[in-house]
T-cell receptor
């Protein structure tokens, strides 16, 4: 079975500061890893994904994440926060193929607050 | 706009009642997933259908059932509702069932009084 742990349910940064949201996963087989964002009163939107290949993946809105197998981590970063980045961010894992059929297991979410 | 449509957006009902939530996936997507989001449980996978057939089941209660119709829309039926069933129910779809890249609707917020 797979699981996801997001460190920090709330993260607060100043506009222009670095954003770092932490995610660690547990999986018995090579995972697919995802970051989704949820704005208030909206559904989840895919930010970026790692499946295979390059371990540093770039997503929308200037976000990127690095898959580190040795650390079982997939932290999300953005060099400079913008007020519009305020939202809840979810890390998720899916088993590569097999019987998972793309079922996502989500972390508990991290609420990002951006101060002027 | 993800292309996934969920109705109704809001629903208020009483304990013991039954409701049906409807989902239309993105055009061309064969897989439909249902998730429940609540404050205490977070985002929980309920069930997945692929081209009309059930493919995976998660933490779905026996009081809940779902199906995917030939036109690929899906319905989630919740019966004998309890206060604890109050949550946001999301439908998501994908073209291929194996990658985890899902497109989510805006959800149906269910309040059980």
């Amino acid at each position: 079975a797979q699981s996801v742990t997001q460190l920090g349910s709330h993260v607060s940064v100043s506009e222009g500061a670095l954003v770092l949201l932490r995610c660690n996963y547990s999986s018995s087989v090579p995972p697919y890893l995802f970051w989704y964002v949820q704005y208030p009163n909206q559904g989840l939107q895919l930010l970026l994904k790692y499946t295979t290949g390059a371990t540093l993946v770039k997503g929308i809105n200037g976000f990127e994440a690095e898959f580190k197998k040795s650390e079982t981590s997939f932290h999300l970063t953005k060099p400079s926060a913008h007020m519009s980045d305020a939202a809840e961010y979810f890390c998720a894992v899916s088993l590569a193929g097999g019987t998972s059929y793309g079922k996502l297991t989500f972390g508990q979410g991290t609420i990002l607050t951006v101060h002027p | 706009d993800s292309g996934v449509t969920q109705t109704p957006k809001h629903l208020i009902t009483a304990t013991g009642q039954r409701v049906t939530l409807r989902c239309s996936p993105r055009s061309g997507d064969l897989s439909v997933y249902w998730y429940q989001q609540s404050l205490d449980q977070g985002l929980q996978f309920l069930i997945q259908y692929y081209n009309g057939e059930e493919r995976a089941k998660g933490n779905i209660l026996e009081r809940f059932s779902a199906q995917q119709f030939p036109d690929l829309h899906s319905e989630l039926n919740l019966s004998s509702l309890e206060l604890g069933d109050s949550a946001l129910y999301f439908c998501a779809s994908s073209w291929t069932p194996n990658t985890g890249e899902l497109f989510f609707g805006e959800g149906s917020r269910l309040t059980v009084l």
